[in-house]
């Protein structure tokens, strides 16, 4: 495909950069039954829609080739991935099994202290309110 699109000129390219930076975010990928979407995932994180389908369940999303869970912020991981399907800038501590914002970034809470995203240090207005 790279080849494609670098013979095509800048139309090409800008085809070719679309679908690399997007077609890794779907969420989903045909099917005809349940068993077609087992390489994504077990059978209880994955399924066939009567679209034709293979989707992630509910709090699962597709990265790559396979589903993983989201775990948000201050909430029990297990890897990496998982935070990240949540919050972007965010990992699992190793040390609490939590997903904790990456070193640099400040945690945003609502008005009811519950973490809501990472922030870059220094870049978090005093005033800002999150509802």
Same mark, same amino acid.
């Given at each position: ?7 095509? $000129? ?30 994504? $995932? ?9 679209? $034709?389908?293979?989707? !992630? ?19 029990? !991981? ?13 990992? !699992? ?7 904790? !914002? ?19 240090? $220094? ?9």
């Amino acid at each position: 495909m790279l080849t494609r699109a670098w013979n095509t $000129g800048w139309h090409g390219v800008f085809i070719f950069t679309l679908t690399y930076l997007f077609l890794p975010h779907l969420r989903s990928l045909n099917c005809s039954s349940g068993n077609d979407c087992l390489h994504l $995932g077990g059978e209880f994180t994955v399924y066939c829609s009567a679209a $034709g389908d293979c989707e !992630c369940e509910q709090d699962w999303v597709l990265q790559g080739d396979s589903c993983v869970r989201v775990v948000g912020l201050n909430r029990h !991981c297990k890897t990496d991935r998982e935070c990240q399907a949540g919050q972007g800038d965010s990992y !699992c501590s190793k040390l609490l099994n939590i997903c904790q !914002c990456r070193q640099g970034f400040l945690t945003l809470e609502d008005r009811l202290k519950k973490p809501v995203s990472c922030e870059v240090k $220094g870049a978090v207005d005093s005033s800002t309110f999150i509802d």
